[in-house]
């Protein structure tokens, strides 16, 4: 069975360019969650979906960031536009169930220059 | 609103050695509590879970308890090996909600 799998692995930018993150949840799950961690600080909930339903977007920093699962397989993640503060490592999680341990993938490096 | 320590922040021992890391939370509403591991580079693996009404979980060498009513959890780890070495990191799902809240992290390393 195939992993949580995202894309790209590492992403340079300038400050004001547009990235996109994706993920590829494992199939068959329909939890899929975005996580956070900027340097030196712990890992922070972004936002959750259930299918292509977004369940809980508390944790988005501000309207920059733009989530989608469109078909409720595949989710995208867009920052537009990029600020340094944005930096960071970004991960994406699966679950079939809410009781069951998350698998996750092994992240977006983004800089932001 | 949900903090969660990790205490040692890292720690350093010697091959064959159990060791304790220690994750406490300041709000016991909680509804599951996972420990994760993490190798540089890599994402996270998930080791146990622990559901609100459970009191431990133990898979292999491992073994997690939880004590709600203390806002504590601790994850033993037994006759250590250097394959152990690893940043270690306590999430905690309040009641109600679908996240987890992250501790910082034990970062672990067993010396062979």
Same mark, same amino acid.
């Given at each position: 069975?195939?992993?949580?799998?995202?894309? #790209?692995?590492?992403?340079?930018?300038?400050?004001?360019?547009?990235?996109?993150?994706?993920?590829?949840?494992?199939? %068959?799950?329909?939890?899929?969650?975005?996580?956070?961690?900027?340097?030196?600080?712990?890992?922070?909930?972004?936002?959750?979906?259930?299918?292509?339903?977004?369940?809980?977007?508390?944790?988005? #920093?501000?309207?920059?960031?733009?989530?989608?699962?469109? +078909?409720?397989?595949?989710?995208?993640?867009?920052?537009?536009?990029?600020?340094?503060?944005?930096? +960071?490592?970004?991960?994406?999680?699966?679950?079939?169930?809410?009781?069951?341990?998350?698998?996750? %993938?092994?992240?977006?490096?983004?800089?932001?220059? | 609103?949900?903090?969660? &320590?990790?205490?040692?922040?890292?720690?350093?021992?010697?091959? /064959?050695?159990? $060791?304790?890391?220690?994750?406490?939370?300041?709000? =016991?509403?909680?509804?599951?509590?996972?420990?994760?591991?993490?190798?540089? /580079? @890599?994402?996270? &693996? *998930?080791?146990?879970?622990?559901?609100?009404?459970?009191?431990?979980?133990?898979? /292999?060498?491992?073994?997690? =308890?939880?004590? @709600?009513? *203390? !806002?504590?959890?601790? $994850?033993?780890?037994?006759?250590?090996?250097? /394959?152990? *070495?690893?940043?270690? $990191?306590?999430?905690?799902? =309040?009641? !109600?909600?679908?996240?987890?809240?992250?501790? &910082? !992290?034990?970062?672990?390393?067993? $010396?062979?």
């Amino acid at each position: 069975e195939a992993g949580v799998t995202q894309f #790209p692995s590492h992403s340079v930018i300038e400050k004001g360019q547009t990235v996109t993150l994706r993920c590829d949840p494992i199939s %068959g799950h329909d939890n899929l969650y975005w996580y956070r961690r900027v340097m030196g600080k712990e890992i922070k909930f972004l936002l959750h979906f259930v299918k292509e339903s977004k369940q809980d977007e508390s944790g988005m #920093p501000n309207n920059r960031f733009l989530a989608e699962r469109t +078909g409720g397989t595949y989710s995208t993640l867009k920052v537009q536009p990029a600020e340094l503060e944005d930096s +960071g490592v970004y991960f994406c999680a699966s679950s079939r169930w809410r009781v069951e341990k998350l698998f996750f %993938g092994s992240g977006t490096q983004l800089s932001v220059l | 609103k949900q903090e969660v &320590t990790q205490i040692p922040a890292a720690l350093s021992v010697p091959e /064959g050695e159990n $060791l304790v890391l220690n994750c406490s939370f300041t709000d =016991s509403a909680i509804y599951n509590l996972q420990w994760f591991r993490q190798d540089p /580079g @890599k994402g996270l &693996t *998930s080791l146990l879970l622990i559901q609100s009404s459970q009191r431990e979980q133990t898979s /292999g060498r491992l073994n997690a =308890s939880l004590d @709600k009513s *203390s !806002g504590r959890s601790t $994850l033993y780890i037994a006759a250590s090996q250097p /394959g152990d *070495s690893a940043t270690y $990191l306590c999430a905690v799902e =309040s009641s !109600g909600t679908y996240k987890y809240i992250f501790g &910082t !992290g034990t970062r672990l390393k067993v $010396l062979a």
